[in-house]
């Protein structure tokens, strides 16, 4: 029990310095961002964010009803 708690603990820690060395050596000491939105080659092919996608089916939908009304 003992040494398997030793263990997660070691590999635990070994990944913690392993980000922390990548964390040091990277320009500007940030991580690249891992968002679909901040990806050129996403946009490249017209995929969105889920959150970016449901705003434009949101604001299509009231221009839909927009018309809709105005044509009654």
Do not use: P, W, Y
């Amino acid at each position: 029990m003992i040494e398997t708690l030793v263990i997660t603990v070691l590999i635990i820690a070994i990944s913690m310095a392993l980000l922390l060395v990548k964390l040091l050596l990277k320009k500007n000491g940030e991580f690249s961002s891992m968002h679909i939105h901040d990806s050129q080659a996403m946009k490249d092919r017209g995929i969105h964010c889920v959150l970016d996608q449901d705003r434009e089916a949101r604001e299509q939908a009231d221009r839909v009803k927009l018309i809709k009304n105005t044509r009654k």
